[in-house]
């Protein structure tokens, strides 16, 4: 089950990479010739997506790997250091294109080509199936390298309907009105920021191992009744390490049993929670004695 899901992300991003190779391409080429810097400016996010892609490729298998000696809780932690990097691409792609469209507004604009429109249409439409087919996988590998590409791939789509509308302006509105292809990559670099937030958000908050899994908690409450000699639960803490958690569970047990019998109720709680989460890549269980009052 582990190894289908990191063979599920990993195919996810390489996807997601020739899709960056040809956008990068295709909107770079569109836009200089077809007198858009709303489309250049998309380009330019396509390719930071293309080294973000790179970069989550690498991220990935490394935070996949199994524990080892020097790393005992597996590599996992290097997924949203990752996510990191890829935030600080696009900062830097959009503090680059709102810089640039300012400095537009008060230089002279070709009007954009009416058929740049067309090939802008099928980028939108390319990045939004892309998008939600990231999320899909997502949901059963819960990785933050992924939602990040998502994320990206997302942004990517609303940076190139802002080009879509800007250019709509320019080109029907007629002469005077080509600052709108300026404006739309001015939104589009805004649209970048914001989206950089939206990735940073969890990554940041799996790093500091902040609690986000209420629901989760309460399914490994109820799994671990299901075991025969688990009374009840005490403490639970969840933590995520790449795609996969780590379970910190207090277990109250019959206190006129042996510790031996104490420990083999603690195994069998541990082998049920992993078989039934398979998202679960270890259970730490510390055994507590039922007082009766």
């Keep these: 089950m582990q190894s289908s899901k990191i063979k599920k992300v990993k195919k996810n991003l390489f996807v997601g990479l020739a899709i960056n190779l040809f956008l990068v391409l295709a909107k770079g080429i569109t836009g200089i010739i077809g007198n858009s810097f709303a489309l250049i400016a998309d380009a330019i996010e396509s ?3 293309i080294f973000a892609s790179i970069l989550s490729i690498f991220g990935f298998s490394y935070a996949s ?6 790393h005992p809780y597996g590599h996992g932690k290097a997924e949203p250091l990752i ?41 939108i439409l390319a990045k939004e199936i892309y998008y939600r087919y990231s999320i899909r996988n997502n949901l059963s590998a819960g990785s933050s390298v992924l939602n990040a590409e998502a994320e990206h791939h997302r942004s990517d789509a609303m940076t190139s309907l802002a080009a879509f509308l800007g250019i709509s302006v320019a080109v029907f509105m007629g002469p005077g009105y080509e600052i709108a292809d300026d404006i739309a990559a001015l939104i589009a670099g805004i649209i970048i920021l914001f989206n950089a937030y939206k990735i940073l958000r969890p990554a940041l908050g799996e790093v500091m191992d902040e609690h986000l899994y209420d629901d989760f908690i309460a399914e490994i409450r109820n799994s671990t009744l299901e075991v025969n000699g688990a009374l009840a639960t005490d403490k ?9 958690f780590l379970v910190d569970l207090h277990l109250i047990v019959d206190g006129e049993i042996s510790v031996d019998q104490g420990h083999e109720i603690a195994h069998a709680v541990k082998k049920h929670l992993i078989q039934k989460h398979p998202s679960i890549y270890n259970v730490l269980i510390h055994v507590e004695p039922f007082k009766k009052d």
């Design 47 to 49: 390719l930071a997506d």
């Design 65 to 70: 790997r199994p524990p080892d000696e020097d």
């Design 83 to 123: 996510t990191f990097i890829i935030v600080l691409f696009l900062i830097l792609s959009a503090v680059f294109i709102i810089f640039q469209s300012f400095k537009n507004f008060y230089e002279p604009q070709k009007t954009p080509k009416v058929w740049t429109l067309y090939i802008l249409a099928l980028i």
């Design 236 to 244: 639970c803490w969840v933590r995520k390490q790449g795609i996969y």
